[in-house]
T-cell receptor
């Protein structure tokens, strides 16, 4: 079983729509959770950390469900510039990070 | 924010030659850096953990004699792909954290697209 699994998508949505997707992780001892964004042929960049109580950053909302071992990301009022691959990233508590394969989102005009 | 610089961004080499990729932390000291490999539409796969002043720790299935890692200073780690073959063609990317807290942000280099012909 993969450490982090994501629906690869693609999610094709019109501008202004809301899109949401999840990822699941296998290590119940995982301590830190992140969403990274990766544009085509570029390096990943941190979108937001995910906290136990859930957190919001502008149009982006992240939720963590430790009992079910999944993390979600919701994008409201999507923009063309939100088109990217979103990587779910989990850390067991040391330096290492485990990456999902990414969920591709395409926002169309 | 902290910046990690990776060089070169793209390299094409002949089969059998070696390629060196550099990863530098520009405004922080990184005792540990990470090297990943990414195939198209796949997740980043950790290859090895580069430790300043000591041997790298390789993930299972990664040949240490094939992928030589040197972390000679607190700001520089290098990955050398030795005797490269077409199957080594991939996107290689390094990462470092400014502090050891697992909740801290990981910064990535720009990545190196290696093509072996």
């Amino acid at each position: 079983r993969k450490e982090v699994e994501q629906d690869p998508g693609p999610f094709n949505v019109p501008e202004g729509a809301t899109v949401a997707f999840n990822c699941t992780y296998s290590n119940s001892a995982s301590q830190s959770f992140f969403w990274y964004r990766q544009d085509c042929r570029k390096e990943p960049k941190l979108l937001m950390s995910v906290y136990s109580s859930g957190n919001e950053d502008g149009r982006f909302t992240a939720q963590l469900n430790r009992a079910s071992q999944y993390i979600s990301l919701l994008i409201r009022d999507s923009k063309l510039s939100d088109s990217a691959t979103y990587l779910c990233v989990v850390s067991p508590g040391d330096y290492k990070l485990s990456f999902g394969a990414g969920t591709t989102v395409t926002v169309r005009a | 924010g902290a910046v990690v610089s990776q060089h070169p961004s793209r390299v094409i080499c002949k089969s059998g030659t070696s390629v060196k990729i550099e990863c530098r932390s520009l405004d922080f000291q990184a005792t540990t850096m990470f090297w990943y490999r990414q195939f198209p539409k796949k997740s980043l796969m950790l290859m090895a953990t580069s430790n300043e002043g000591s041997k790298a720790t390789y993930e299972q299935g990664v040949e240490k004699d094939k992928f030589l890692i040197n972390h000679a200073s607190l700001t520089l780690s290098t990955l050398t792909v030795t005797s490269a073959h077409p199957e080594d063609s991939s996107f290689y990317i390094c990462s470092a954290r400014a502090n050891p807290d697992s909740a801290s942000e990981a910064f990535f280099g720009q990545g190196t697209r290696l093509t072996v012909v």
